[in-house]
């Protein structure tokens, strides 16, 4: 069943066309993204299809039977009332049909029903009528959901009669998203709904969500999180909608495939439109050729030109430098206390970071990390232990408040202004690598959106060169294609990374060590993101053998040895798969880098005094003939690998 058709959506604010012809279908059962830049529109169309805006021209056809539910991005649940009597409202219906069994209950032991046959087989039908109603619509579970969803969105340990008006905006938002999810629209429609998640209530939303019964339209720049639920994505990118099946990651490989080949074809095309014109032009004034020429000429006026296809729009382009290499030991924290107004949050802890690491610290909400990060970069004072530096170490610090700069300078004098001494072309130069161009630069600080301050607060972050990066959450408010700019600037930086982030997907491909924060503790995992997950596993496992233990039944030998063994079989299994992805990547880099040679020697083969030069030309084929038999064999290992999956 068709729950939404977008047919031709425009959309303009003033002269500047935010959407133009923009298509998107939606059935019951879909788990549909909407990705593409900041400001490409993506919010703008939920508040169309949410009815909160209008739009210029097109047809938005939902049936009116469509209960939809839409939570806006930087939403908070304004009440009065406590956490749990504001959930319960949405049971409203319930509780009344609630009441009602409970009057008809009574009025089964009324003498006047009793000593009336008639009136009271009317009553109990009525009654179970009722009953099978209230069940059928969840009457005997919505308490039971209400407290499954709040234990999900880590409101498990408080308590219930708490009023909202007392909760952080944080807490606010979360309790939104609950009372949505309590709801169950049958179109649910979320805007950054992962904000102010830690992972752990990220993993439980991802579950529920993939067993939720209705259908979902999702606006995130969680790549982990949209590769799990999602199974459709429509790019709004440049106005337009380009639909693809399948998750994000399958939508990143299909969108450069289809621009190769898009572009293959306007080049063939090209091709054949120059060979036609050269014919018409050489043979049109000749007798004996005029005629083909002329048809030729027909040929090229029946053609339908293809324009080039569109590459990805400009990417943000930065390198973090540093201005002098740090010491082997860059970092020693010992027996570190650190709390506010005389109450630890922590106790006792340690950290060794040494020259090229790039450590991740993880945890719930609340667990103290940036209360660590801000002791450790000296912003805070530490109750007790010590915290030393290597020699030569210069620390650059990323605030996530950074991102909320709210200076009345101009953007172009907020970065001149801590750099004096550049000439102005290079700093407008390094902004316009941060996406400021033109009269970008000349914006107030203080009105820029959450996506240009933080793009602005790493312009600044750069410039400083130094060797140890603290950072935290440093993707907050960026797309997912400035994540990945990031993500590469960090992966090539020569210093050492410490950093705090909920981005599951940043921290597989930065972190080389994790530490885990939670109530008061530290555990470290020498690995990326996956590893420490299945760490986690292994740790869950072993847990679970620890209690068949303690229980004493009778075949508790044979189900561990069981669950070892299939739990050593599923790591080795999951090791061996790691190793052959990066293998496979591997190759794949390797393939490209030989390619780029290949294609520069051919180029180079072209040049005039190269190809006059025996030896240089004879030199320059022997290492063609080298790149790709090596290419050949790379390829078959790839193919190989491939079909082992």
Request: charged share 30%; hydrophobic share 35%; with cysteine.
């Amino acid at each position: 069943m068709i729950l939404l058709q977008c047919v031709n959506i425009s959309k303009s604010f003033g002269a500047e066309p935010i959407l133009s012809n923009i298509k998107l279908e939606i059935q019951s059962r879909d788990r549909v993204a909407l990705v593409g830049r900041n400001g490409a529109g993506k919010s703008t169309l939920l508040k169309i299809i949410a009815g909160q805006v209008s739009f210029d021209s097109g047809d938005l056809v939902m049936p009116k039977t469509i209960e939809l539910g839409y939570l806006e991005q930087h939403t908070g649940l304004e009440s009065k009332l406590s956490i749990w009597d504001e959930m319960l409202t949405v049971f409203e219906p319930l509780r009344k049909m609630e009441k009602q069994l409970r009057t008809m209950e009574v009025k089964m032991s009324d003498p006047a029903y009793l000593n009336d046959q008639s009136k009271y087989n009317k009553l109990l039908k009525e009654y179970d009528q009722l009953q099978v109603t209230f069940k059928d619509k969840g009457g005997y579970q919505f308490e039971a959901d209400i407290r499954n969803v709040l234990a999900g969105l880590s409101f498990a340990d408080f308590d219930y009669s708490t009023k909202i008006s007392t909760l952080s905006g944080g807490q606010k938002t979360r309790l939104a998203l609950g009372k949505l999810l309590l709801k169950k629209p049958d179109l649910l429609i979320l805007d950054e709904p992962t904000n102010h998640l830690d992972i752990a209530t990220l993993t439980w939303l991802e579950q529920y969500l993939l067993n939720y019964p209705g259908s979902i339209l999702i606006v995130s720049h969680d790549r982990y999180f949209l590769d799990k639920i999602v199974s459709q994505v429509y790019e709004i990118s440049r106005t337009k909608s380009t639909k693809y099946v399948g998750n994000y990651s399958n939508y990143l490989e299909e969108k450069a495939k289809r621009y190769e080949l898009e572009l293959k074809e306007f080049e063939k095309q090209q091709e054949q439109v120059a060979k036609l014109e050269d014919f018409v032009q050489r043979n049109i004034a000749r007798a004996s050729t005029t005629k083909r020429a002329q048809s030729r000429r027909k040929q090229l006026e029946r053609m339908t030109l293809l324009d080039r296809p569109s590459g990805s729009e400009k990417s943000a382009s930065f390198s973090f430098d540093i201005e002098r290499q740090s010491g082997n030991e860059v970092l020693r924290v010992r027996d570190l206390s650190v709390g506010y107004e005389g109450a630890p949050l922590f106790e006792g802890f340690r950290l060794d970071i040494n020259r090229g690491e790039s450590v991740a610290l993880i945890g719930p909400n609340g667990a103290g990390k940036s209360t660590l990060l801000k002791a450790i970069t000296k912003r805070i004072p530490h109750q007790k232990g010590t915290i030393h530096y290597g020699s030569n170490v210069t620390i650059g610090y990323y605030d996530q408040e950074q991102a909320n700069l709210k200076s009345n300078k101009q953007v172009l004098y907020e970065l001149w202004d801590e750099h004096p001494l550049r000439p102005e072309k290079e700093i407008r130069s390094i902004l316009g690598n941060f996406l400021f161009s033109g009269d970008d630069v000349l914006k107030l600080v203080s009105d820029l959106s959450g996506g240009e301050k933080a793009r602005l607060a790493l312009a600044k972050l750069m410039m400083q060169k130094a060797n140890f990066l603290v950072l935290d959450e440093p993707t907050n408010h960026l797309d997912l294609d400035s994540k990945e700019m990031l993500e590469t600037a960090l992966i090539d930086y020569p210093g050492t990374i410490l950093f705090v982030s909920h981005d599951r997907y940043f921290l597989n491909r930065i972190a080389t060590r994790i530490v885990e924060l939670n109530e008061g503790t530290e555990t470290v995992y020498l690995g990326d993101y996956d590893y420490y997950l299945e760490k986690k596993e292994e740790m869950l496992q072993r847990d679970k053998l620890k209690e068949l233990e303690t229980k004493g039944q009778q075949d508790a030998t044979k189900l561990i040895q069981s669950d070892k063994a299939t739990f050593e079989r599923d790591r080795e299994a999951k090791r061996k798969e790691r190793q052959r992805q990066r293998r496979i990547e591997d190759i794949e880099a390797l393939i490209e880098e030989l390619e780029g040679t290949i294609a520069g020697h051919e180029e180079t083969l072209c040049e005039p005094d190269v190809f006059s030069d025996h030896e240089k030309a004879s030199a320059l084929q022997t290492e063609i003939d080298e790149a790709k038999e090596q290419i050949e064999q790379l390829m078959e290992e790839w193919e190989t690998l491939q079909l082992e999956s």
